[in-house]
């Protein structure tokens, strides 16, 4: 199914941005009379037939589908920056396709490079959305620093796990992933993991420290083995 996101809605009629006009009426070959499958970026997937096509493509809303292939889990990845920017942008686009509801990158003690192109990633997100057919946009956040950003997170009603190398307790697949059913946190840190201050603090603002195996994981590696997990859990496929 091609999918596009809507730029603007109001009332019965919805309108795409310039870029998706031209994607939509100059590559596919729509045309006025026709209709398309647009998504709002919320959760609804809406039919509508093109009205206009100048100077950007107006829709009238013929159907609506709420909560069309949204995520059944609310699941946060918080992870820390890393050196090389193109594997951070993949691992932003791999957690929107297996169901990540919002990313939220950090700072922490080891992290060694700190910049970071929010409209980039949101064009990834955007992008991966529509390829993967969600009708939600994944939320991602400016950069925060670990300490600041873990002192604000409710200690009730959510799971929180953080994972450390140096941990003690493994992640036990068939008693935590198929019984956990809260809104899920999971904590992953940079090259060189969290120290252990950082994990300290994690711990006493209620996040379980869990080890992966004996194998040492890359960061982005160990973000979406946890995120499949939560996938799997909640049978959301």
């Known amino acids: 199914m091609q999918l596009f996101l809507a730029d603007k809605i109001a009332g019965y009629n919805l309108w795409l941005s310039d870029e998706d006009t031209k994607h939509c009426i100059r590559v ?7 209709t398309i499958n647009v998504i709002d970026g919320c959760g609804s997937l809406f039919l509508a037939r093109i009205l206009e096509v100048f100077p950007v493509v107006k829709g009238e809303i013929l159907s609506t589908n709420s909560l069309w292939n949204v995520p059944k889990a609310n699941t946060t990845l918080a992870v820390a920056l890393l050196k090389h920017p193109d594997r951070y942008e993949w691992l932003i686009e791999k957690a929107v ?16 490079k700190t910049g970071f192109k929010k409209d980039r990633a ?5 992008s991966a959305t529509l390829q993967c057919q969600r009708s939600d946009l994944m939320k991602i956040s400016e950069p925060a620093s670990f300490l600041s950003w873990i002192q604000e997170i409710p200690n ?10 140096k941990a003690d307790e493994f992640f036990n ?5 198929q019984t956990d059913l809260n809104p899920w946190i999971i904590l992953v840190g940079p090259e060189g ?3 252990e ?5 994690a711990k006493n603002n209620g996040f379980q420290l869990i080890g992966l195996g004996t194998r040492i994981l890359r960061t982005e590696t160990a973000a979406m083995y946890l995120a499949s997990l939560r996938l799997q859990s909640m049978h959301d496929f």
């Open 28 to 34: 596919l070959r729509y045309k006025q009379g026709d």
């Open 97 to 112: 396709e297996l169901g990540v509801t919002e990313f939220q990158p950090l700072i922490t003690e080891r992290t060694e």
């Open 122 to 126: 949101d064009r990834i997100i955007r």
């Open 156 to 165: 009730y009603g959510i799971s929180k796990y953080m994972a450390w190398c």
């Open 173 to 177: 697949l068939s008693e935590v992933v």
């Open 193 to 195: 993991d969290f120290t």
């Open 197 to 201: 201050k950082e994990a300290l603090i």
